[in-house]
């Protein structure tokens, strides 16, 4: 039998069989972000809500090609600076559209896109408080990480490298550690280049990776979003099956005793 056949995580109640989160933005239309999406598997996607258009019919929108009712939709505050104005946005999407589950981020600045985790935390505490099921993305600082936890956040979402470098995970010693000190999910959050890069996370024990521009800025995006969900699924399957210790020298692979 699949090992990862009833194999899943859950945010805020919510199950959820796959593991790949997908953003839709920077596609070159709606049509590309569909096929994407749906050459993905995911089940949640995200949604800038100070960019995409969900609420005004008269323009071309996102809910016309992929459809709220077969996929989670997750409004996110991308385009955030202060907690301010992260908090207000995401009071506009829950009157917009009902959205209690969010993605919080609150950005330090323009050129590294890093989160401001002194702005972060004071809008988790705020959107917690208003009844919102906040996941946050977060520097990879497992301090940081914790008291985001303990503020109620109901993910927790390290950065695997800067927003849109493709660089991939640079610190996996700090995710792991807050994956081991975490009670909720902890889900990479940006900067996975390519499939090896999201199979390396979920090897960690991530239980989820979000990704935008590494599928989005693709030369084939739809390929790269199949991509990218076999190498959830393999990195997930090698985690549960546990690697082999890694060692200095050679460990011949038959045995050494009862040899002619």
Do not use: H
Not at 117 to 133: I, N, P
Not at 220 to 230: C, E, H, S, V
Not at 233 to 255: C, H, I, N, T, V
């Amino acid at each position: 039998m699949d090992p990862a056949a009833d194999d899943y995580f859950e945010v805020a109640g919510r199950r959820f069989r796959s593991r790949l989160l997908v953003g839709t933005g920077k596609y070159k239309d709606f049509e590309q972000t569909r096929l994407a999406i749906e050459a993905s598997g995911a089940e949640i996607v995200t949604v800038a809500v100070r960019r995409v258009n969900v609420t005004d019919p008269k323009q071309p929108m996102l809910v016309d090609y992929v459809d709220p009712k077969r996929y989670t939709y997750l409004p996110n505050t991308a385009g955030c600076y202060t907690a301010e104005d992260a908090v207000r946005t995401l009071r506009l999407a829950r009157e917009a559209g009902g959205w209690k589950l969010v993605k919080l981020e609150v950005l330090g600045d323009q050129k590294t896109l890093y989160p401001d985790m002194e702005q972060t935390l004071a809008a988790t505490k705020l959107l917690v408080r208003e009844g919102f099921d906040v996941m946050v993305y977060c520097a990879d600082d497992p301090i940081a990480a914790k008291k985001l936890e303990d503020l109620g956040a109901c993910a927790i979402m390290p950065l695997a490298a800067p927003i849109g470098s493709g660089l991939g995970i640079q610190n996996p010693v700090n995710i792991r550690i807050i994956i081991e000190n975490a009670k909720v999910p902890v889900l990479v959050d940006a900067g996975v280049g390519t499939a090896s890069d999201a199979a390396i996370a979920m090897e960690l024990g991530c239980d989820g990776v979000l990704m935008n521009t590494a599928i989005a800025e693709a030369k084939d995006p739809i390929r790269m979003a199949r991509a990218m969900k076999l190498a959830i699924e393999a990195g997930r399957l090698a985690y549960l099956a546990g690697r082999m210790p890694k060692r200095r020298y050679a460990d011949p692979s038959s045995p050494l005793a009862g040899l002619i």
